[in-house]
C-alpha cells in the first residue's frame, strides 16, 4: 500500500495551484522524463525516411547539446 505524501499550496480562494513531492520522487520523475523525451526523439527520427543517417554517438552528442 501507497501513503499519499503530496502536500498542495493552495491560493486564498483554496484553489491548489501546486504540489510538493519529496525529493527523490522529484529527482525520479525528471529521469523519466529524460528517457520519455529520448523515446521521443527516437520515434520522430524513426518515422522520417528523409532523415540524415547518423552515427549513434554523434547523435548523443547532438542530443546532449541540446539540453544545456
Given at each position: 500500500?501507497?501513503?499519499?505524501?503530496?502536500?498542495?499550496?493552495?491560493?486564498?480562494?483554496?484553489?491548489?495551484?501546486?504540489?510538493?513531492?519529496d525529493?527523490?520522487?522529484?529527482?525520479?520523475?525528471?529521469?523519466?522524463?529524460?528517457?520519455?523525451?529520448?523515446?521521443?526523439?527516437?520515434?520522430?527520427?524513426?518515422s522520417?525516411s528523409?532523415?540524415?543517417?547518423?552515427?549513434?554517438?554523434?547523435?548523443?552528442?547532438e542530443?546532449?547539446?541540446?539540453?544545456?
Amino acid at each position: 500500500m501507497t501513503i499519499s505524501t503530496e502536500r498542495f499550496v493552495v491560493d486564498a480562494a483554496g484553489d491548489r495551484v501546486a504540489v510538493l513531492i519529496d525529493m527523490a520522487e522529484y529527482l525520479k520523475l525528471l529521469e523519466e522524463l529524460e528517457e520519455l523525451e529520448s523515446i521521443r526523439a527516437y520515434d520522430a527520427a524513426k518515422s522520417d525516411s528523409q532523415a540524415e543517417v547518423i552515427p549513434f554517438e554523434q547523435a548523443a552528442r547532438e542530443i546532449e547539446r541540446s539540453r544545456e
